[in-house]
């Protein structure tokens, strides 16, 4: 087992007991922008369940992630291929 497989466990256990300050701290830690969203997309907004520091620096990581551009160009690679697919399948 990975490194990373082991945090993400031991983070759903957090998560399980409702302790989504020691998740974030956690992920936060290890640096896995890919984790830290998967655990936003668990938890959702739990900013009043966290300490401000925190919640600070997840939205940091967030605005950072957003600001990089990565999700809009593999937005753009899903719609071209999809538009390619779709294209292809009317022409004779």
């Known amino acids: 087992m990975s490194r990373l497989t082991m945090v993400w466990n031991r983070t759903q256990d957090y998560v399980k ?5 020691s998740a974030y701290r956690l992920i936060l830690k ?6 830290l969203l998967r655990l936003v997309v ?3 907004p739990v900013t009043k369940q966290i300490d401000k520091s925190v919640s600070r620096q997840v939205m940091a990581r967030l605005n950072n992630i957003v600001r990089q551009g990565t999700f809009e160009m593999l937005e753009v690679e899903w719609i071209d291929d999809r538009r390619d697919l779709v ?4 022409c004779p």
Request: a negative charge; charged letters at 40%; zero cysteines.
């Open 30 to 35: 290890e640096g896995d922008d890919m984790y």
């Open 17 to 21: 007991a409702r302790d989504y300050e």
């Open 42 to 44: 668990q938890t959702g």
């Open 87 to 90: 294209s292809s399948k009317h």
